[in-house]
């Protein structure tokens, strides 16, 4: 049984799977820049180098600065006719400097990238142990995955497949449970309180289920409940036998 103190950091958890699998479009999907690891980088193209130039204004104009000091700072050393003769120079060392901001700026989007694909590593690692200790027989099935993510890197493509996995076998356990007598009694309570929407029938059924003695092992997995309160909502009548 889920300890109390525990029990507030569960019910959180329980959410968070039930927006996950409410997500018509997973966080992975959704475009970006350098999604693609596998792609090798080039020297910035004018497309990329006007990305990173409105990336970098924004986050001057969020860290306060107007764009009265960008036109002064941009215009810090203006044009002089005594320059003429090195106008050339001066166009390649500014064209240089300014190569260079952007480069720096491209290192720290990616930088934040690699980040984004260690959360998400430990993420698929958390799910091969959720299949693995939702199905039986997949220990094989769940090592081959770990070895494919190891050699390829995470792709949306892997994330997908065992993000499906994941989901089926919860929501067989969900139909699994709706069958039991019990777990249906204190849905259908909660459920008079809170209607159908998820994640409030989700705060409310927690604590009785996980602490039914009976309480399977399923019961202890949040993208169970959280499958489980999804159903429900989808069902018209949960008194019927």
Known sequence: ????????????HVIDEIRLLQ???PEWRRPGPYIDHLRPLEPLERREAARLDRLLRQ??????ERNRERAFRERARPWSEDERWTLRKR???????????????????????????????????????????????????CAEQGRLSADTGITPALLDQIHQR??????RHAVQLLARADVR??????????GRDPI?????????????????RALQ????????????ARISDLDAP
């Open 91 to 141: 166009v390649w060392r500014e064209r240089r400097d300014r190569e260079r901001e952007l480069l720096e700026q491209r290192e720290q989007t990616l930088l934040q990238r690699e980040q984004e694909l260690a959360r998400l590593r430990a993420q698929l690692e958390r799910w091969l142990a959720d299949i693995l200790r939702l199905e039986s027989g997949v220990h094989d099935w």
């Open 185 to 194: 009694a204190a849905i259908a309570a909660a459920m008079c309180i809170t």
């Open 166 to 171: 994941r989901r089926q076998a919860a929501e």
């Open 1 to 12: 049984m889920i300890e109390i103190e525990d029990l507030q950091t569960f019910q959180q």
């Open 221 to 232: 997995q949040p993208v169970v409940l959280a499958a489980l309160a999804l159903l429900s």
């Open 23 to 25: 997500d018509r479009l």
């Open 59 to 64: 986050e001057r104009a969020a860290g306060g």
């Open 200 to 216: 409030a029938l989700a705060r409310a059924i927690t604590p009785p289920l996980v602490a039914l003695e009976s309480a399977s």
